[in-house]
Structure formats: structure tokens, C-alpha cells
């Protein structure tokens, strides 16, 4: 049965697309209308979800391990451009294919020469000494302002068998006191370190992500 106040089907133009006007929602079942609007709904959610998808270049892969590497990525999300520097690990399916972990930092391409002169501070700071009994101690060589409650702070440190450079988010608590994120940060082996400030200060990209 055709809806009120449409010819008998098939009717001139039934197979041809044609744009819905106000005027022509009056003649269509309140159904159509419905799922119309749905479909449109949709497709510009789809849409504005693809377009605000982060785009990634690496710029480095500093070798870590034999089955790891650090990798540092250049990511722009919704017009930002952000550093992503980041531990990640050779499949064990595809030999090719390296997965990220969730030990990393991601921070403002804007503070890449202080998070360099950071770890540039780091490379030269005296080694620094394990006390006796303890798995590892570390010195702090700078931070980074964020804001008032959070900042980048860069350390230096030795454990039982390596050197390394870590850097890590710190957060303010109700007592003022700073307090080390335990997923927002990364430590850096020190025979990897000036591979990665190099990369770090890499412009062009090595591949993409």
C-alpha cells in the first residue's frame, strides 16, 4: 500500500535518489523520516570519527634489546602536535611487526628542546651510586611545568646491572607533595640514551607509524 498522497508504485522517479525537503516529509510515513535521520546522524558521526583519527610518523626506532626498540613518534591529534617516546616489542607471529606497551610519554611537540636539554643534562650528570643494599637509586636532574598540579621530571639513576635515564609524569596531591605516575613514564637504558635525544631531535620522518 503506498503512503498518502503518493502515486501507485512504481511512480515516476521511484528508482532515482532524490534529496528529502520539509515539503516532502509531509507526504512520507513518520518511520522513513525517522531512520532518515538516523542514517544521516550516522554518517557524520563516521565522518567527524575519521577525521579526528591522530596521525603518526615515526621518526626514530633507537634499539633497546634484541626484541625491543624505543620508538618515537611524531602524532598530530585535532590540530596538536605531540612526541610520543615509547617502548615497543617485536611480535612474536611477524618478526616485522613491533607492538606498543604501555611504558611511554606523550607530551607537546612544544617542549621537545626542554625534554631534550633534559636528557642532554642527564647523559652528562655524574654516574650516579647504588647504595648498598638497595635495587636501585636515582638523583632527579630536572622538571618540566605542565601546570600547577602536573610536570615532567627527568632522572638519572643506576640499578644492579644498567645506567638509566628515566623521565615520568608527576602529579600534585591534597598535600601539595608530588607524587610519580606509575603508567606515564618510561626509563631509558643509558647505552641507549643519545641514540634517542638524536631521534628526538629528528624532523623528518624515518617511516610511517
Known amino acids: 500500500m503506498c503512503p498518502p498522497g503518493l502515486p501507485p508504485y512504481p511512480f515516476p522517479g521511484a528508482f532515482q535518489k532524490k534529496e528529502v525537503t520539509s515539503k516532502d516529509k509531509t507526504a512520507l510515513p513518520s518511520e522513513y523520516i525517522s531512520n532518515h535521520q538516523k542514517e544521516n546522524t550516522n554518517m557524520e558521526t563516521a565522518t567527524a570519527t575519521q577525521t579526528e583519527q591522530p596521525k603518526n610518523v615515526v621518526l626514530s626506532d633507537v634499539l633497546r634489546s634484541e626484541n625491543d626498540v624505543y620508538r618515537i613518534t611524531l602524532t598530530e591529534f585535532k590540530g ?33 628542546e626542554e625534554v631534550i636539554a633534559g636528557l642532554i643534562m642527564a647523559r652528562v650528570a655524574p654516574v650516579v651510586e647504588r647504595a648498598e643494599g638497595e635495587i636501585f637509586s636515582s638523583v632527579k636532574i630536572c622538571e618540566i611545568p605542565i601546570s600547577e598540579t602536573e610536570c615532567w621530571r627527568i632522572s638519572k639513576g643506576a640499578g644492579a646491572k644498567n645506567t638509566f635515564c628515566d623521565i615520568r609524569k608527576f602529579i600534585a ?37
Open 80 to 112: 596538536e602536535r605531540y612526541l610520543d617516546l615509547r617502548i615497543f616489542f617485536r611480535s612474536k607471529e611477524d618478526a616485522a611487526l613491533f607492538i606498543p606497551t604501555s611504558k611511554g610519554v606523550c607530551f607537546p611537540e612544544k617542549l621537545r
Open 173 to 209: 596531591q591534597k598535600d601539595g607533595a608530588f607524587f610519580p605516575s606509575k603508567t606515564k613514564g618510561v626509563s631509558i637504558l643509558g647505552t641507549s640514551l643519545q641514540d634517542v635525544i638524536l631521534g628526538l631531535m629528528r624532523t623528518e620522518p624515518e617511516h610511517l607509524a
